[in-house]
């Protein structure tokens, strides 16, 4: 069964555009094509829902970041992509925050686009390398207590996750913990496994939208 998508864009040559270009890649379809968030929930309302919603930023009525929130409280399965050709940090923050599963530039080679498509459909989320470098370089440490009770961090094992939320290297970690790098390695396994990530770019976004770090 191909996987769905809606796509949610106030430029019609574009929503028309990529709808051709999914309806032409193997295992998907475009279900609903809205001008904007309203359009989108209206549609959703009167008939079955996609498994993925590629949502433009900057729409009339209800823009993107509003549309995020409203598909997270209403219905959390739909999985949202963003696509912007804006890359302003400020925005990628707020979508992620809004509950966005990837951010994309509409710059991007149709490649790329395939292999968000994928990623998001198979692992829920797409963390590109521009996504992972807007975040890592800004982030920093703040008052976690709420986050690391739910992932049921230690100290160490928080202070690992502050400190891999930048550009240190895992052995430069080792050093500024006084461990050695095999214990690093150690707290790595442990985190990635009680996080429930597989990827230090996936442990940096679940830390900042869990509120681990901030900006």
Do not use: W
Not at 91 to 103: D, I, K
Not at 145 to 163: I, P
Not at 190 to 215: H, P
Request: net charge negative.
């Amino acid at each position: 069964m191909p996987t769905s998508i809606a796509i949610t864009d106030d430029h019609h040559l574009m929503a028309e555009a990529l709808a051709d270009l999914i309806n032409k890649l193997d295992d998907y379809e475009v279900l609903y094509i809205a001008e904007n968030g309203r359009d989108l929930l209206e549609q959703l309302a009167r008939g079955p829902l996609p498994d993925i919603a590629l949502v433009d930023l900057h729409m009339p009525e209800m823009d993107g970041f509003e549309t995020a929130l409203q598909l997270r409280k209403l219905y959390p399965t739909i999985r949202v992509l963003a696509l912007s050709m804006n890359d302003r940090e400020e925005y990628v923050v707020r979508m992620l925050r809004n509950g966005a599963r990837g951010y994309l530039l509409k710059g991007c080679r149709p490649a790329e686009f395939r292999l968000a498509l994928d990623a998001i459909s198979t692992k829920g989320y797409y963390y590109s390398d521009f996504l992972a470098s807007q975040l890592i370089n800004n982030l920093n440490a703040s008052d976690t207590e709420g986050s690391t009770s739910m992932f049921a961090l230690n100290g160490r094992e928080q202070e690992f996750v502050k400190l891999a939320c930048s550009e240190l290297t895992y052995t430069e970690i080792a050093d500024q913990m006084c461990v050695s790098p095999r214990t690093v390695d150690g707290y790595r396994e442990v985190v990635f496994q009680k996080m429930g990530v597989k990827t230090r770019v996936g442990m940096v976004i679940e830390a900042f939208r869990n509120g681990l770090v901030e900006l």
